[in-house]
Antibody, heavy 122, light 108 residues
């Protein structure tokens, strides 16, 4: 069965960087785009970008364009999202989510990681 | 940027029908997804491509999309349907994904 298992909670100081991992299993990792989404406490969902695990190509939300880097390691079926220059308002749960359909970022996101809480505090 | 507008809350009695709307400029020309999120859990895909249901989602869940409004309809509502629901589209011109603000469904 498809599983996305994310790394554990992080506490960071303002100005630092955080790197969240998303380990995939149960399917061909390179066949399906991965999106990253975050949710601040008590707030809605916010799209951050996607990565094509096959090519490494990315598409970032304009809001995060200069601070986010999405990468992958196909040898261990893991996607990464790194956010730099952290601020207190980056405190949120960060999710990876896999698209249902093969070789496209479009359509529904049928599989989600469990979420990783990133707390930014001095 | 493209804005999706959802009512903050919808209340419905058990066994009745809940309708959650998602408004956007000419949203009928876009493909809409709906996600259900229960407290402390990751979102779950409920509807994709306007009206398709993933495996495991009850037939009570349906979707429609026309004009400036997409609608998620939940028939014969159960207590277990109580959750936050988010609509989502891909905005062509920006090549960005957009979520609505979410609707809290309360089962009375």
């Amino acid at each position: 069965q498809v599983q996305l298992v994310q790394s554990g909670a992080e506490v960071k100081k303002p100005g630092a960087s955080v790197k969240v991992s998303c380990k995939a299993s149960g399917y061909t990792f390179t066949g399906y785009y991965m999106h990253w989404v975050r949710q601040a406490p008590g707030q809605g969902l916010e799209w951050m970008g996607w990565i094509n695990p096959n090519s490494g190509g990315t598409n970032y939300a304009q809001k995060f364009q200069d601070r986010v880097t999405m990468t992958r390691d196909t040898s261990i079926s893991t996607a990464y999202m790194e956010l730099s220059r952290l601020r207190s308002d980056d405190t949120a749960v960060y999710y990876c989510a896999r698209v249902l359909a093969v070789h496209t970022p479009m359509g529904g996101w049928g599989y989600w990681g469990q979420g990783t809480l990133v707390t930014v505090s001095s | 940027s493209y804005v999706l507008t959802q009512p903050p809350s919808v209340s419905v009695a058990p066994g009745k029908t809940a309708r959650i709307t998602c408004g956007g400029n000419n949203i009928g020309s876009k493909s809409v997804q709906w996600y259900q999120q229960k407290p402390g859990q990751a979102p779950v895909l409920a509807i994709y491509y306007d009206s398709d249901r993933p495996s495991g989602i009850p037939e009570r869940f349906s979707g429609s999309n026309s004009g400036d409004t997409a609608t998620l309809t939940i028939s014969r509502v159960e207590a277990g349907d109580e959750a936050d629901y988010y609509c989502q589209v891909w905005h062509t011109s920006s090549d960005h994904w957009v979520f609505g603000g979410g609707t809290k469904l309360t089962v009375l």
